[in-house]
């Protein structure tokens, strides 16, 4: 797929389509006609095609239920398309989303070594990055107790200091700038600012928090609906957007 007009190119998305499939209950009268369960589905995403370049940030926005968290999943390599492709051109790519990458059964220090060697990085590497992340953490005690015990805000704290200080090409963030407590929320987003500033990393931050897209982000993916909308500057596709659900 890479071509040398691609050089540049950290992410590239072609007619990426998922679909989830579950079972439907029905009555136990319908049940006899039906043979149990139907299958019911849901298309999540329909045909998404863009590319990133490296070292830019794209903001992607939408309704619940647009596909936004399930595109990010999808390039972290968390689900696999029905259809489509994904190509993040060699490069490493870490999720920073609540419920995604912790064994709950484990400690938050265990977490970090678990995490950080599903990022691809060796163990000598994460020990020499362990007391910085557990400082930007601050989650206290809690670093030596059982993931399980965390609130959301400590989960958050610890998620998004493991994928702010092992750094990786691709950082993917969900939401995750918005959950926690006020001085950590201007912490972890000072810390965004300051990753992003790095020319050769590529970021996509999935938000409802319209002033974060538009400080942070060079460009803007709207979706709807499982399909885009509209891509481009920040300036033009938000407030077209904001247009959209005033009357949706």
């Known amino acids: 797929m890479a071509t040398e007009n691609k050089k540049d190119i950290a992410i590239t998305v072609k007619n990426l389509h998922i679909t989830y499939r579950g079972l439907k209950k029905t009555s136990i009268r319908a049940s006899w006609k039906n043979f149990g369960n139907k299958i019911e589905t849901f298309h999540a995403l329909k045909g998404v095609s863009f590319e990133l370049e490296e070292g830019k940030i794209l903001g992607i926005i939408g309704k619940n239920g647009s596909g936004k968290s399930t595109m990010l999943r999808a390039i972290a390599g968390i689900f696999s398309p029905d259809k489509g492709e994904i190509d993040l051109h060699g490069r490493t790519i870490s999720l920073l989303s ?45 670093i030596n107790k059982r993931v399980k015990t965390y609130s959301s805000g400590m989960y958050s704290k ?32 000072n810390k965004m600012k300051e990753l992003i500033s790095d020319e050769k990393r590529t970021v996509l931050i999935v938000s409802h928090s319209l002033g974060t ?36």
Do not use: H, Q
């Open 98 to 142: 609540i419920g995604v990458g912790f064994n709950k059964k484990l400690t938050g220090r265990e977490n970090i070594y678990l995490s950080g060697m599903l990022l691809g990085f060796s163990e000598e590497e994460i020990a020499a990055k362990e007391k910085e992340i557990i400082k930007f953490a601050d989650i206290g005690d809690f």
């Open 213 to 248: 897209i538009r400080e942070l982000c060079d460009e803007v993916l709207w979706l709807n609906d499982g399909k885009i909308m509209e891509i481009g500057k920040p300036d033009v596709v938000i407030p077209k957007y904001e247009e959209f659900m005033k009357e949706n």
């Open 158 to 189: 610890l998620a998004f200091a493991i994928t702010a200080i092992l750094e990786t090409d691709i950082t993917l963030i969900d939401e995750v700038l918005s959950v926690g407590d006020a001085k950590f929320k201007e912490k972890s987003y």
